[in-house]
């Protein structure tokens, strides 16, 4: 504070006596406990603002301009006169006489149902998914920080189940940021994926005791959290959300455990395929069939949960931004995933060539990077570099910056959850417009996915 006159830099001549007035004590690693409660308080006082009277979040309503804009492709007038014809559909609400009708998004499903049996068969009111086929798993990876992969696993969320896709979300990051932009509760990590991988070793360990037996060794014992954890399904671990078509397994900081605890249990049962436990929970307990698509939000860190994560997906979707720093972190994340998956593949396939029987190989049905916070005018060069050099790796949309994100209001997460009143409507198309192309690239990938898994059901070359 102690300038001599105004026009010094702000570093030179501060004085020792105030500075040191103002300091405080040392912290402790009590401190830090303080702090962190300070944090809790003001989460929480944020957190409640958008609340109910129930203490729930609820999701905001969708107009007429809205639905027939952007969810159901049908012209305004011929919306009102089906309503008109069907009384029984859902009728909307309107804040003053005859104004705009506004609509949950339990009715637009309800509406865009009836559109779907009734209206014409030529328009696309229900998006695609081959009938008989799972689902499809989306995981969103690069292990830096702050690239958009939560934004961008939780934006791909909303605009799926928007389009009229069943989605799970599933947090695997022990932070919670997708847990919290879904209003999620966790107490533990009894609340998480934990359980479903404690299921998969649990399992793995049963089948190798009875081996174990049969060649009369001693079993293996399995402790209190393994025989809590066979009690378990992934629907006791499944909450519904806000969005009556998105559902969430949480996350909460206990299930940073799991990054200790899987590699114990690897030590104690090698031939436990601990990369698999993911996709076995979730097919054996019918979650493949009863959702379209699962998102994976991932740690900024390639562990145990990443892997398992990565392993179990289809599509895997690394943001970065176009930058150098983040261009090179996100090249050597490609190399840590060749050197991490090539491992384990050849680890396990020692023993199997050795068996006789097939050997594992590792296959994503498309790979993605993704240009996040894109800036035009200062960042055009470089993420034409980055074309040029990742050719179809790279999605072909860049999604912009867009301050609609950061300013959207503590309880809502993203532009989907934005009243478009809010904005002025130009600021609001422009930002929508960029996540709706982001969505439209990935809903490509995963249709061409899809129509190639259908071909190959029927038998087709492809
Ligand atoms: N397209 C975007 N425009 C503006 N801000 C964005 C955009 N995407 C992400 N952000 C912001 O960037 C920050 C990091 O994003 P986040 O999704 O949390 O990254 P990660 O999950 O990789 O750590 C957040 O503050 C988020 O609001
Ligand atoms: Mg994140």
């Known amino acids: 504070m102690a300038r001599d ?6 570093y030179f001549n501060i004085d020792p006596e105030a500075a040191l007035a103002e300091l405080g004590p040392p912290t402790t690693s009590e ?4 702090i962190a409660e300070a944090c809790t308080r003001g989460r929480d006082d944020l957190a409640s603002r958008g609340l109910n009277e129930e203490g729930k979040k609820s999701l905001r309503l969708f107009s007429t301009w809205e639905i027939t804009r952007y969810l159901i492709p049908v012209a305004q007038a011929h919306f009102r006169r089906v309503l008109k014809q069907n009384p029984d559909l859902p009728q909307g609400l309107s804040e003053t006489e005859g104004g705009a009708k506004w609509f949950t998004l339990d009715e637009v499903l309800k509406l865009r149902a009836h559109f779907a049996t009734e209206g014409s068969k030529a328009k696309e009111y229900r998006p695609y998914r081959p009938e008989g086929l799972p689902a499809k798993l989306v995981a969103v990876a690069n292990f830096k920080g702050g690239v958009g992969k939560t934004s961008t696993a939780a934006h791909l969320a909303m ?3 928007l389009d009229g896709y069943k989605v799970l ?10 847990t919290s932009i879904f209003n999620g509760r966790v107490a533990d990590e009894w609340g998480t994926v934990f359980p479903l991988i404690a299921r998969h070793y649990a399992t793995h360990l049963r089948r190798e005791n009875q081996s174990r037996l049969d060649r009369g060794e001693a079993p293996l014992p399995l402790d209190d959290t393994l025989n809590e954890a066979l009690k378990l399904t992934a629907r006791d671990v499944i909450q519904p959300t806000h969005w009556p078509n998105i559902d969430l397994i949480g996350a909460q900081l206990n299930l940073y455990w799991a990054e200790f605890q899987i590699p114990v249990w690897r030590m104690q049962a090698r031939g436990w395929k601990l990369w698999d436990a993911l996709t076995d929970r979730l097919a054996e307990d019918g979650i493949l069939d009863a959702y379209d698509i699962v998102f994976l939000d991932t740690p900024p860190a390639l562990g145990y949960l990443t892997i398992n994560g990565l392993a179990a997906a289809d599509i895997l979707l690394v943001p970065l931004g176009a930058s150098f720093l983040e261009f090179d972190s996100t090249g050597r994340f490609f190399d840590m995933l060749h050197s991490t998956f090539a491992s384990i593949e050849e680890g396990e396939n020692m023993a199997a060539r050795a068996l006789g029987r097939e050997e ?12 996040t916070r894109y800036d035009g005018a200062q960042q055009a060069e ?7 050099y990742l050719g179809r790796t790279l999605s072909p949309h860049r999604q912009d910056f867009t301050a609609l994100i950061g300013q959207a209001g503590e309880q809502v997460a993203g532009i989907y959850e934005a009243d478009y009143r809010d904005f002025n409507r130009e600021t609001y198309v422009r930002g929508r417009e960029t996540f709706d192309a982001t969505y439209a690239a990935f809903k490509r990938l ?9 071909h190959r059901a029927a038998g087709g070359l492809l």
């Open 382 to 388: 470089l993420a034409a570099l980055m074309q040029a």
């Open 169 to 178: 979300v599933i947090d695997l990051d022990s932070q919670g940021s997708m």
């Open 360 to 371: 594992l190989a590792f296959e994503w049905d498309a790979v993605r990077a993704v240009i």
């Open 31 to 34: 401190g830090f406990a303080r």
């Open 5 to 10: 006159d105004g026009t010094s830099p702000p």
């Open 159 to 161: 605009s799926a189940a």
């Open 446 to 454: 995963l249709i061409g996915i899809w129509r190639r898994d259908a």
